[in-house]
């Protein structure tokens, strides 16, 4: 079902002869237990011919008109899988109802078949009029030269299919068909969709768009594998790569970094049509985000998160910044991306504990907004705190992973949609980061964030507690519930005073009035501002060890 209500194909198949739209989308429609229909076998059906006798008869551009009116009159009515033509894209009446639909959330998957495959494949059994006269892979070559820019341009979805069998090639696209997609509103700015699924990738170009000549790609070392699988993909849609590693986690995110890559688009002529893709956890994302906010004062940016914080928070809702000497975070910009791609094979070399940090931002958006995320952390536990990545693609836990990564995504979407610069309603992010952000720097950001937001959310329940926000069993299912996740719930490194002096000093804080996001219950958070020095002190002394 479209977003307009309306039935619609839940994809079409466009591709060059022989790569494989038939076989292919065949297999995906049995996958997903849809209908198929191939445009070709309809058109056939229709004028009552095989379509080397119409050509014959009628030429190519009556049945271009026919093959153009049997697409826009399908893609109307038919709710299944359909592959088109090896030609048809080309027609522009098709070009422009396949446009139409791509706006009304439909998927249009370019099939990128090894060309040397598609050809060999193409010549099998003959029946391609466009493929006689002369020498039929040489002709096949010359639509390909003509064609793939086109299937590159209007498709939203690029699927490479190298040396796949027709099964791998139907995971791929079924993949892409089952991804999750949440769109995030940006007032004064575009729009944009953060995608969730194994093939998220593959949208690269979609995103990027054929505006770019020069692409930065800005990822580190540990990502490697990952940052490679993108690179491929950006050269693969044509783009010149400017490969910037840059240093791993925080290191990453310093104006040293910044101004290494500012030098390098300079001496590589990067203009403002250019854009920066960054790959990897959140450092990295924030840092590729800054850079594409100052470079010519902004140009276009894709977030490739490949931690699980980075999926659910870091990369989404435009903060965008570094670490200086006087503190984290304090220097940056709100600019937001042109989208988000969270591919969910990369989560397969994530080591366990950082995974399980993420759980720390994942139960917040849980305890201020979706009680569902706390269901599902609960019901999940022991396999989340058991993440291992190796494992993680095609087994039970990917959906609840997945389900987990969409609806914390909503979560943030819903509050930097309606307050991208932090005025009030997107503070309740912030719920256990006034203690945490104290953490984080007593411990000389040993300590990783989701862990000490995990500390800072038992005690925002202490101080609720102790003002009669919350009851003392809200409070103790905090510990529960984060202590099942193998997050933890106290905290003794440093003094009462120390922390107080940094609470103070948080983005929260107004002149000297300490503020706090406590809840008066699940899934409502509220401002505390000012809370009573004792309350504040005792809550503290509670986290204690
Ligand atoms: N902009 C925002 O709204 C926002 C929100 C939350 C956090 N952040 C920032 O994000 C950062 C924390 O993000 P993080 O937890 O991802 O930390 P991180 O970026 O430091 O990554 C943690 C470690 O995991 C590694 N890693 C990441 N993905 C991997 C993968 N797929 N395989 C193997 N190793 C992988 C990284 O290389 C790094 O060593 C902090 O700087 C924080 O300030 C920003
Ligand atoms: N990934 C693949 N691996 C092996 N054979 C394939 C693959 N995809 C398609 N084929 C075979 O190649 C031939 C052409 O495939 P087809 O789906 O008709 O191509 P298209 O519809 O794109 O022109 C068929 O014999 C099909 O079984
Ligand atoms: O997008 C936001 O508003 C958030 C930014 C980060 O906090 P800080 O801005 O305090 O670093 C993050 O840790 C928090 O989960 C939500």
């Given at each position: 079902m479209s977003d307009s209500g309306a039935s619609r194909p839940v994809a079409v198949i466009i591709g060059m002869m022989g790569a494989g739209k038939t076989r292919v989308g065949r297999e995906v429609s049995q996958m997903l237990g849809l209908p198929f229909r191939d445009a070709d076998l309809e058109i056939e059906r229709e004028v009552g011919m095989s379509i080397p006798d119409y050509f014959s008869r009628y030429g190519e551009p009556a049945f271009r008109e026919v093959e153009s009116d049997l697409i826009r009159r399908t893609l109307e009515e038919f709710d299944g899988l359909f592959a088109l033509g090896g030609?048809?894209?080309?027609?522009p009446a098709t070009q422009d109802a396949l446009a139409d639909y791509i706006a009304d959330g439909g998927r249009v998957i370019y099939l990128q078949a090894d060309p040397k495959e598609a050809m060999e494949r193409a010549n099998r059994g003959g029946g391609r009029p466009m493929l006689n006269g002369g020498d039929a892979n040489e002709r096949w070559m010359r639509l390909y030269k003509q064609r793939d820019p086109v299937f590159t341009r209007i498709a939203n979805i690029h699927v490479r299919t190298h040396g796949s069998t027709p099964q791998m090639a139907a995971r791929k696209v079924m993949n892409m068909i089952e991804e999750r997609v949440v769109h995030v509103d940006v007032v004064a700015a575009d729009d944009y969709n953060v995608r969730i699924g194994e093939?998220?990738?593959?949208h690269l170009a979609g995103v990027l768009g054929?505006?770019?000549?020069?692409i930065a790609l800005i990822h580190t070392q540990p990502v490697q594998r990952h940052s490679d699988r993108a690179r491929a993909l950006l050269r693969q849609a044509g783009y010149e790569v400017s490969d910037i590693v840059i240093p791993d986690a925080e290191a990453g995110k310093t104006i040293t970094v910044a101004n290494g890559i500012w030098e390098r688009l300079g001496n590589e002529g990067f203009t403002r049509s250019d854009a920066v893709v960054g790959v990897g956890g959140g450092a990295v994302t924030d840092l590729a985000g800054f850079v594409a906010a100052t470079w010519m004062r902004g140009i276009r940016y894709v977030n490739c998160p490949t931690s699980l914080l980075a999926m659910v928070d870091a990369s989404t809702g435009g903060k965008t910044g570094i670490n200086t000497k006087v503190g984290k975070n304090l220097v940056g910009s709100f600019y937001t991306p042109a989208g988000v791609l969270a591919d969910?094979?990369?989560?397969?070399?994530?080591?366990n504990d950082i995974f399980i940090e993420g759980l720390g931002e994942v139960a917040k958006s849980g305890f201020i907004s979706d009680p569902e995320i706390l269901r599902i952390l609960e019901d999940h536990a022991a396999e989340l705190r058991a993440f291992d990545g190796a494992t993680l693609i095609g087994s039970p836990l990917e959906d609840v992973v997945a389900e987990l990564i969409e609806r914390t995504v909503k979560v943030k979407a819903r509050h930097v949609s309606a307050d991208l610069k932090e005025a009030g309603l997107r503070e309740f992010l912030n719920y256990g980061h006034t203690l945490g952000h104290a953490i984080e720097k007593l411990e000389h950001f040993r300590w990783r964030h989701g862990n000490a937001v995990a500390v800072g959310m038992v005690y925002a329940a202490e101080l609720a507690s102790l003002l009669g926000y919350i009851d003392r069993d809200l409070v103790d299912y905090h510990r529960s519930l984060l202590a099942s996740l193998g997050l933890p719930t106290s905290w003794n490194g440093g003094s009462f005073e120390d922390v107080l002096a940094l609470m103070h000093r948080?983005?929260?804080?107004?002149?000297n009035t300490l503020r706090f996001v406590v809840l008066d219950g699940i899934g409502h958070p509220v401002h505390l501002d000012d809370p009573p020095a004792d309350a504040v002190e005792e809550a503290f002394r509670r986290i204690q060890q």
């Open positions: 030609g048809a894209p080309m027609t093939g998220a990738l593959n054929d505006k770019p000549t020069r969910m094979t990369t989560l397969a070399s994530l080591p948080d983005k929260k804080a107004r002149g």
